[in-house]
């Protein structure tokens, strides 16, 4: 009896050994699994914060955009542990998804066409060519579906998937994806996705809001590496404009010329960098002298481009006429062809001979002003005209005439480009002809000078110092 309480004791003893060896190995192989899924999240969480790191040297640097793309689509493939990547960007037009990075073993995330996929059987680089080549509309197929509804999706299989349309390839059978939109605050910018077989990775909780993460923070990346390019293309631009603009200044008169008999100034304000309108004095070979003043419709680099054509043109033109009317046809017919429709210049170009006689043509311009020293009144010297570059020759030379006027000691003419007149201020009020009699009277007696600056200043006090919309120009021509 004895003995076989000793055996059943010992038998339980032995059980319960084996049990508690049995949960100790269990413990240990649970131990085990978390000490490996812990170490495998420190992993993943070391490759994110050098692909990060990675990210920002790149950004700093300014790389070129496709080196960024590659190193966005790599570093994805690394941190995630996938073997295939994809970057679709959307266009300028935001249309068309265009691929930026398709990495070489990324499973085609598009239907793939039937004559691209009998190819591919043969030629992989094929199916790769057409993959690198091939833009989405933005709302076409998986990638166009994910960018609309801007969210990350796990696909398990991806063949399986009907956005495909039932056009997906054998390539696509067996495959697990992660997909993401990048957007940077309401901006969206496209997709990222990664690939891999569904055999050999299987992507986890942890692994899909690590993949999130790394959607937004190579978003904001893209955001960033965007704005720099914007700024750094805005100030080439400003460079190039203010080269533009510094060789135009040198275009302009830089001193008024000696004129027997007469006393001149002239002066131009861009309302941007670049101006539309110009001025010129012009020596002529019978020892007088020309006197052109110009606006070209619009403005900007084309307005500015078009003044020096007009301004060369005329020079040389003058040396072929003493015609004020017959140079301007001439500059007219010269134009022409090369002025689109929607653009004309108005101009008057005065001719004061070495006798100190006075003709003028008048091309659809601001009607000159003579100011009588003799009455203190101001006159509008009336003439036909239309502008250069609305009509090939005939009408133009049919309504463009020369006209003759005479000055007296003391009296003052003036030209202006409808930038002083048409000075709109805060309310919409205009500065109006009104505004320009008075101070044509009232600066006159103090020379051509006194006018331009009275003028300007006048005007600047009307808009409140605001740069207006429109270019000024103001030529004044004085009888001593």
Known sequence: MNTLL??????????VIILLLRTNKAKNVAITRLLNEEQAIIEEERR????????????????????????????????????????????????????????????????????????????????????????????????????????????????????????????????????????????????????????????????FEVFKSLVEQCAFALANAMAHQAASEKKQIEAELKSASDIQRILLPDKAPQIPGYVIAGKNIPARVLSGDYFDFIPLPDGGLGAVIADVSGKGTAAAIITAMCRSVLRFSTQVSASPAATLAVVNRQLYPDIHEDMFVTMIYLVIQPDGSLTLARAGHTMPLVWRKKTGKVETLHSGGLAVGIDKGSVFERVTKDISFQMETGDCLLLFTDGVNEALDSKGLEFGEERIHATLSSMSPHGPQAVVDGLINDVDRFLNGKRGHDDITLVVLQKT
């Open 48 to 207: 994110m914060f050098s692909f990060l790191h990675d990210l920002g040297e790149a950004t700093a640097r300014e790389d070129s955009h496709m080196s960024m793309y590659r190193l966005i689509v790599e570093g994805a493939m690394k941190v995630m542990e996938s073997t295939g990547g994809v970057l679709y960007l959307l266009d300028s037009h935001e249309r068309f998804l265009v691929p930026r990075y398709h990495s070489e073993h990324c499973v085609p995330l598009v239907d793939i066409p039937e004559r691209i996929a009998n190819m591919a059987r043969t030629n992989h680089s094929s199916l790769l060519s057409f993959l690198r080549l091939h833009s989405l509309a933005a709302t076409e197929g998986l990638p166009g579906s994910v960018f609309q509804n801007q969210r990350v999706e796990i696909i398990e299989d991806l063949r399986k998937d009907d956005r495909l349309n039932g056009h997906g390839t054998n390539r696509q059978s067996n495959t697990t994806v992660m997909i993401g939109p990048l957007s940077f605050g309401p901006k969206k910018l496209g997709i990222l996705a990664v690939t891999a077989p569904k055999d050999q990775r299987t992507y986890s909780p942890n692994d």
């Open 6 to 15: 000793i055996v059943i004791i010992a038998l339980l003893l032995l059980a």
